[in-house]
């Protein structure tokens, strides 16, 4: 989606085709009031108002006159409107009405971002459906959203020849060129000398055009309470020498969503105002292999002073992700949050639809899930369980990256190995600093299906947002 694409319309812009939302205990009443050729149309194509189904109904010219959508029994999920974008021809469209109990902002939102197409290599640039905004719905606003999530998935789509370290650094600058931010960049062996040696060691075996780099982009009041989002940003992992095989290589120019998440979540928190010191800091590496490339039983030392023996350099985001929280730290943040796509123990636990986050602060988990829940954007909450830190335990470093295998909880251990990293409010409340949460996006959809293709997804950062502009609601 080009930013000159606004799939949401603030008011009709010429003669709109009617979308009639009908659940199945009204289909057929609702029905029996329509005209002959409709009833008869419907019952040809078995539309009986179950959920998700679209049924386009032609006029006597043959184009689309009116579009029945089914919502089901009980509460309506706002992704319904999602997959009603994707079913639809192109076209501009208007609710009739809103189903009980439906946010017009998110049914108007969930529609933009399922108008969503990657074709920068296709160029094929076909015209998508549009929807007039329902009433009480700022058009501008549900625009802004969708286009952020939008690059963010352009962002994971995009191949690594096209996405690497210096696309995401450019990326960030036009960032924070819209919206009057400072970006800062750390680059090459100069990590070395500003104290990111995780992140160095990690990707210093690329090529130099490829040099990792730590981007961090600052914006807001300092006096207001600091927002610090952390995404990972590995922008291929060929696994290291412990190397990946090719079927685990395959997707790994999406090893940089994390990165692709923060960057969209900080600009629409600058898009809409929140009330906060906005830092986003995002390590950039390519985990290449080369000469140089860091080897298993290598100890590394981190910004926060710790040391890391290196058992699997396929574990590496943790390590670039421990720099850039300690950073976090130094800051004094009211609220960390950081984003990756960081094991493949995630996906066993919860899928690919499902994102699994951590915390400490239970206060912190209800208000995210609270928000999942009001935006069909579904995040679980899982335990940051003690038992298992000693797994991290190395004999000869502070800590190991890869967990022994008795711990078996692979997503959990890597959040145990982060939090000794990141921000802690019951360990430094005497400091101002506020709790911190990581999420184990996956990024990518393996599925596809109407207003969900398959490939990159944004998730759990809607969910995020709504409860960011409630925590700080001025």
Not at 115 to 142: C, Q, S
Not at 150 to 156: E, F, G, I, Q
Not at 262 to 276: K, Y
Not at 357 to 370: K, S, Y
Request: with cysteine; aromatic share 6%.
């Amino acid at each position: 989606m080009s930013e000159a694409t606004h799939p949401i319309l603030s008011q009709a812009e010429g003669q709109t085709i009617p979308v009639h939302p009908v659940a199945a205990s009204e289909a057929e009443a609702f029905l029996a009031r329509k005209r002959g050729p409709v009833r008869t149309f419907a019952s040809a194509n078995g539309f009986a108002g179950k959920a998700g189904q679209v049924l386009a109904v032609p006029g006597a010219s043959g184009a689309v006159e009116q579009v029945l959508l089914g919502t089901g029994g009980g509460r309506v999920d706002p992704s319904l409107f999602r997959t009603l974008a994707g079913k639809l021809p192109a076209g501009d469209y208007a609710l009739s009405r809103l189903p009980k109990g439906v946010d017009p902002e998110q049914a108007a939102l969930a529609f933009a971002l399922g108008t969503y197409r990657f074709d920068r290599y296709k160029k094929r640039g076909e015209p998508i459906a549009r929807l007039v905004a329902p009433k009480g719905v700022d058009a501008a606003a549900v625009t802004a959203m969708a286009h952020a999530c939008a690059l963010a998935r352009d962002m994971v789509n995009t191949p690594a020849n096209d996405m690497g370290p210096l696309q995401i650094e450019t990326i960030a600058g036009e960032i924070a060129e819209k919206y009057g931010a400072t970006l800062s960049v750390v680059r090459g062996d100069d990590l070395l000398k500003e104290n990111y040696p995780a992140v160095h060691a990690v990707g210093r075996a690329a090529v130099e055009v490829r040099a990792p780099r730590m981007i961090e982009v600052t914006w807001g009041d300092p006096a207001h309470p600091v927002l610090a989002l952390v995404g990972k940003g590995v922008v291929f992992d060929t696994g290291g020498l412990d190397i990946k095989p090719s079927a685990g290589m395959r997707l790994m120019k999406k090893d940089m969503g994390g990165a692709a998440h923060a960057l969209a979540l900080g600009r629409m928190v600058m898009e809409a105002g929140l009330p906060v010191r906005l830092v986003i800091l995002t390590p950039v590496v390519e985990n290449a292999i080369a000469g140089d490339a860091m080897r298993p039983g290598d100890v590394l030392q981190t910004r926060a002073g710790l040391t890391v023996e290196v058992g699997n350099t396929d574990a590496e985001g943790r390590l670039i992700l421990a720099d850039a929280l300690t950073r976090a730290a130094e800051l004094k943040p009211a609220l960390t949050l950081d984003f990756a796509t960081l094991t493949g123990a995630a996906r066993i636990a919860m899928g690919p639809f499902v994102i699994p986050f951590w915390t400490a602060d239970d206060a912190l988990a209800g208000q995210i899930e609270a928000a999942s829940r009001a935006v069909a954007d579904p995040v679980w909450r899982l335990p940051l369980t003690e038992a298992y830190a000693e797994a991290l335990d190395s004999d000869i470093a502070d800590l190991k990256n890869d967990p022994d295998g008795w711990a078996q909880a692979g997503a959990t251990t890597a959040a145990l190995f982060l939090q000794r990293f990141a921000p802690q409010a019951a360990k430094d409340a005497g400091e101002g600093i506020g709790p911190w949460a990581h999420f184990d996006v996956f990024a990518w959809n393996p599925k596809g299906r109407p207003g969900y293709p398959v490939g990159a997804e944004v998730q759990a950062i809607r969910a995020v947002f709504a409860m960011l502009k409630a925590r700080f609601a001025r």
